[in-house]
């Protein structure tokens, strides 16, 4: 399986500004998803991050508040802009590779004050 | 997806088998079952996953029934390690695969 890392991997952010997200895997790897994960709740998918294009966003997700990138097939950030305090949450990403399994990151914590 | 539909907790003594079962009876017949847990607001960790027959791995076996219904997921010696979230997904396998995760089962395990 994949080794997947995080950066960084708790923050504590103003209302107001971004943050981004930075997601790596030690291999190449075919697709790439981001999830939310709010307190106490299941994980839910923001996007699939596509490679050379822009992201796939699901329903309630929007691209000027989770902006997207995948230059390569290794790499994928997740920006969360204008945090508010409903943004408060662990954003994971996720990865597969051929017929291969999805593997998850071990997360990232942000609390927005 | 299909929905899924697991008892919200369950509780396992330490070095006994956890069965942990899910309902999952409008699954199509190209959908997996697969298996994931969360230890502590940790990143879900892959267990199993299977189509139509019963697998197993080191850490579980999966239980399919026969007319894919239902499934049961087994810990064969449950350990405190084990205390985690676990979530049954039903899911097309390949690389556009997206992951639906419900609530899930809350499996504590005691001394």
């Known amino acids: 399986s994949a080794v997947i890392s995080q950066k960084p991997s708790r923050d504590i952010c103003q209302r107001g500004t971004s943050l981004t997200i930075q997601c790596q895997v030690d291999?190449?790897?075919?697709?790439m998803f981001w999830y939310r994960q709010q307190p106490g709740q299941s994980l839910t998918l923001i996007a699939t991050?596509?490679?050379?294009?822009?992201?796939?966003?699901e329903s309630g997700f929007v691209i000027d508040k989770f902006p997207i990138s995948r230059p390569n097939l290794t790499f994928s950030t997740l920006t969360v802009s204008n945090m508010s305090p409903e943004d408060s949450s662990i954003y994971l990403c996720?990865?597969?590779?051929?017929?291969?399994?999805?593997?998850f990151g071990p997360g990232t914590r942000l609390l927005v004050l | 997806d299909a929905k899924t539909t697991q008892p919200t907790s369950m509780d396992c003594a330490e070095g006994r088998a956890a069965n942990l079962p899910c309902n999952h009876s409008?699954?199509?017949?190209?959908?997996?079952v697969y298996w994931y847990r969360q230890i502590h607001s940790q990143g879900p960790q892959y267990i199993i996953h299977?189509?139509?027959n019963n697998e197993t791995n080191e850490m579980a076996s999966l239980i399919i029934t026969e007319d894919r219904k239902s499934s049961t997921l087994i810990l064969p010696h449950a350990t405190l390690r084990d205390t985690a979230v676990y979530y049954c997904?039903?899911?097309?396998?390949?690389?556009?695969?997206?992951?639906?995760f419900g609530t899930g089962t809350r499996l504590q395990v005691t001394l």
């Open positions: 996720s990865v597969t590779s051929g017929l291969e399994t999805q593997y």
């Open positions: 291999s190449q790897v075919t697709m």
């Open positions: 991050a596509n490679q050379g294009s822009e992201a796939t966003y």
């Open positions: 409008t699954i199509s017949g190209n959908e997996y």
């Open positions: 299977g189509l139509k």
């Open positions: 997904i039903a899911s097309y396998t390949g690389t556009a695969s997206k992951l639906t």
